[in-house]
């Protein structure tokens, strides 16, 4: 990796968050290098450490500095690449800065030993069979997948992400006006994908669905819900939930919510505080999961059981949250369904 690929990839340990997301993007995914103002490397960031911060309560604001890895594994220059590959291995490692005798970065390596996960040979499975009453009258001739924004069913650019980052195959489980998904996408062909269909003829529930897929599978499954618009990597996902050797990994979405009061805090009858219209944080489920194959056997055969179910039957070591600080939007109520053709209208209009 040449010098001017290194700098792209680089931040100093006072830039914001933001900055080191743009860094790990342009690494392909893979990590972003703190360096002082000689070059000299200071920490490094990936996307798993990004979304731990999260979860601690990072946000884009904070800086480089608060969330890097203040000592990570490096080699001197000149290390020879069979050595670097037997430490990838060994150590479980994905990148491999390459340091001068002054601690500088002058080189990356990958780790094209230590296989990534292929998307192509991981299922995707889509929810798509809900009856879409909040946004009645739309959806009691069209399910509410289909609705267009910005020209395009909402189910269509969903399955266009999955295959633009790699994945093949799709699941997609219907009922309310199945027919016209089922009419629109055929076997998928049409857009490169491999599509079968998973007919529920009751209310399932997101994992009671997973229940009917014809056969057990041998790898993680990605889960999502067919109402949601987002630019998360899936692939950073699956690596997510390998990294943490889970069961289940559920994604999750930032959510604020500002009392529009001023709030008085009391204890039996006596007033102990004030707060002026405090902001709540909370994370929310985001619709999007990824699960194991030993988690599908704890799925009860043909009857509700929701997500949240699921999750509630694993140990805690083996569910683990996947916070999200990409674009994501659930288009399951009018005001959000508005916001979805506005900022998709004028993405089609060319902006």
């Not at 792209?8 to 893979?30: F, K, M, Y």
């Not at 500095?65 to 069979?82: E, F, K, S, Y």
């Not at 999955?162 to 998904?181: D, K, M, P, T």
Request: charged share 25%.
């Amino acid at each position: 990796m040449d010098i001017r690929t290194l700098k792209s990839i680089s931040l100093g340990e006072s830039q914001p968050l933001a900055v080191a997301i743009a860094c790990i993007e342009a690494s392909g995914g893979q990590i972003a290098l703190v360096v002082d103002e000689r070059f000299r490397l200071v920490g490094t960031i990936t996307d798993g450490d990004i979304r731990r911060a999260i979860l601690r309560g990072a946000n884009l604001e904070s800086t480089a500095g608060d969330v890097m890895h203040r000592a990570p594994r490096t080699v001197p220059q000149g290390t020879p690449l069979a050595e670097v590959a037997a430490i990838l291995r060994r150590e479980q490692i994905f990148q491999m800065p390459v340091i001068d005798e002054d601690g500088s970065v002058v080189g990356l390596h990958m780790a094209d030993e230590v296989e990534a996960p292929d998307p192509s040979t991981h299922r995707v499975v889509i929810m798509a069979g809900g009856l879409g009453t909040r946004l009645r009258p739309i959806t009691e001739t069209v399910p509410k997948p289909m609705i267009e924004v910005g020209g395009r069913p909402i189910l269509e650019r969903i399955l266009k992400r999955f295959h633009a980052q790699g994945f093949r195959h799709i699941s997609l489980c219907v009922n309310h006006l199945a027919e016209v998904i089922e009419d629109h996408f055929g076997n998928g062909e049409g857009l490169g994908l491999e599509i079968n269909y998973v007919r529920e003829t009751k209310r399932m529930g997101t994992a009671g669905a997973l229940s009917l897929l014809m056969e057990r599978p041998d790898k993680p499954l990605i889960v999502m819900n067919g109402d949601i618009l987002t630019s998360v990597n899936f692939g950073q996902l699956l690596a997510f939930h390998y990294d943490n050797n889970a069961l289940a990994t559920m994604g999750l979405n930032r959510f604020q919510y500002q009392v529009p009061y001023g709030v008085v805090d009391v204890k039996n009858q006596h007033i102990t505080g004030f707060s002026e219209k405090p902001v709540f944080d909370f994370f929310v489920n985001a619709g999007i999961y990824v699960i194991s194959p030993q988690a599908l056997d704890l799925i009860p055969r043909d009857q509700f059981f929701d997500m949240p179910s699921l999750f509630d039957q694993l140990h805690p070591d083996k569910r683990v949250a996947f916070p999200l600080h990409e674009y994501w939007l659930d288009v399951g109520k009018p005001d959000d369904l508005n916001r979805a053709m506005d900022e998709f209208g004028d993405v089609a209009a060319g902006r």
